[in-house]
């Protein structure tokens, strides 16, 4: 059998100066049979242009959202277009090292899991702040005592998943909340995820960082909501 195909789904809001070095790292990183699945959610700062040049590269999708969904949407949008074996989500910036995601799909290329985590806990997380962590920490925490499954980073980037697993599940996010969305949605059908240690350089909000406290509410009403409603068929 020969190497699985890797779709690498990059959600995009506003990140003209990172894009770039990005775009060139996925490039790099050594799998050479993977896709790259571009969404761009209504950027207003040139990421378009950076994007419009990468109409017509091989393996290489690009969409756009007519107007400014959140991550999530533009997650679900890439999720419906991308034709590999297993799926990623890679953020458009540098907070994560593309040259470490052969390592996080491994268990699923050996058929151990159908579902593997990028844990920035497990591995080295440089410049978090504080509230961050806790943060985090109560999340990981938080689906350890609902879903039953021990789980150190709930809210990593690097979420990989095997075709018909991810298509499986039926999902609603606009923003943030695709983590606690699918974390609890995969694990509520009985998948077990393997985490994989990774490196993480965090940013701050001058830096570009659009995440805040008002998503960790959002995330732990979803990891409640998911775990106590009745699922319906997709």
């Known amino acids: 059998m020969g190497q699985p195909k890797l779709s690498l789904i990059i959600p995009i809001y506003n990140e003209a100066d990172l894009l770039p070095e990005v775009l060139r790292r996925v490039r790099a990183m050594p799998w050479p049979n993977k896709e790259l ?32 969904q959140g991550k999530g949407a533009a997650i679900r949008t890439g999720l419906q277009h991308f034709t590999g074996d297993i799926a990623i989500i890679q953020d458009a910036d540098l907070e994560y090292d593309p040259a470490e995601i052969p390592l996080v799909i491994a268990p699923i290329v050996r058929g151990d899991s ?27 925490r938080l689906v350890t005592l609902l879903y039953g499954q021990r789980i150190t980073d709930e809210a990593t980037a690097y979420k990989a998943f095997r075709r018909e697993v991810i298509q499986s599940i039926p999902l609603e996010c606009q923003r943030f909340e695709f983590c606690p969305e699918v974390t609890a949605k995969v694990l509520k059908r009985g998948y077990r995820i393997i985490e994989i240690p990774v490196t993480f350089t965090a940013r701050t909000f001058e830096e570009g960082k659009k995440i805040g406290w008002r998503d ?7 990891l409640l909501k998911v775990r ?7």
Not at 44 to 56: R, S, V
């Open 37 to 68: 699945v571009l969404v761009d959610d209504c950027s207003e700062d040139g990421t378009q242009e950076i994007l419009e040049q990468e109409k017509g590269q091989p393996n290489t999708i690009v969409l756009r959202h007519d107007r400014n």
């Open 114 to 140: 159908d579902v593997a985590y990028g844990s920035r806990f497990l591995g080295e997380v440089k410049r978090m702040r504080l509230p961050n962590r806790v943060a985090n920490w109560i999340l990981a």
């Open 216 to 222: 960790f509410i959002t995330a732990v009403w979803v």
């Open 228 to 234: 106590f409603q009745r699922e319906t068929a997709c």
